[in-house]
C-alpha cells in the first residue's frame, strides 16, 4: 500500500506531516451504482482535497513516489501562497 512505500519518507523527513486517506470499498461500490465500471481516479483524488488539512495540497497519481528531493522540498516551507505549482 502507499502508506507502505512513503513509511521511509515520514521517517526521514518527520517534520513533513504526511496523512494517507483511504476510501472503503463501500464508498467505491455506491458510486458505481451496480455497474460493472471502475472507480475513476479523479474522484479519489476529490476525496483527498476535500479532506485535506494542510496548507498546501499536493495531488499525485497513485504510480507516483515523491522523490528524497521533493520530500525535502517541501520540508523547507518555502511554498508561495499566490503560486500555482505543477511538474512536467
Do not use: C, Y
Not at 521511509?8 to 451504482?33: K, L, N, Q
Not at 476525496?47 to 497513485?62: C, D, H
Amino acid at each position: 500500500p502507499l502508506e507502505d512505500a512513503l513509511t521511509p519518507f515520514v521517517i526521514r523527513h518527520a517534520s513533513v506531516p504526511i496523512r494517507v486517506i483511504t476510501v472503503p470499498p463501500s464508498f467505491h461500490e455506491a458510486r458505481r451504482g451496480g455497474s460493472q465500471s471502475t472507480f475513476f481516479e479523479f474522484m479519489a483524488k476529490n476525496v483527498g482535497a476535500r479532506r485535506a488539512r494542510g496548507e498546501f495540497v499536493l495531488l499525485t497519481n497513485p504510480d507516483n513516489i515523491p522523490s528524497e528531493a521533493l520530500v525535502k522540498f517541501l520540508s523547507k516551507e518555502r511554498l508561495d501562497h499566490d503560486s500555482f505549482f505543477r511538474a512536467r
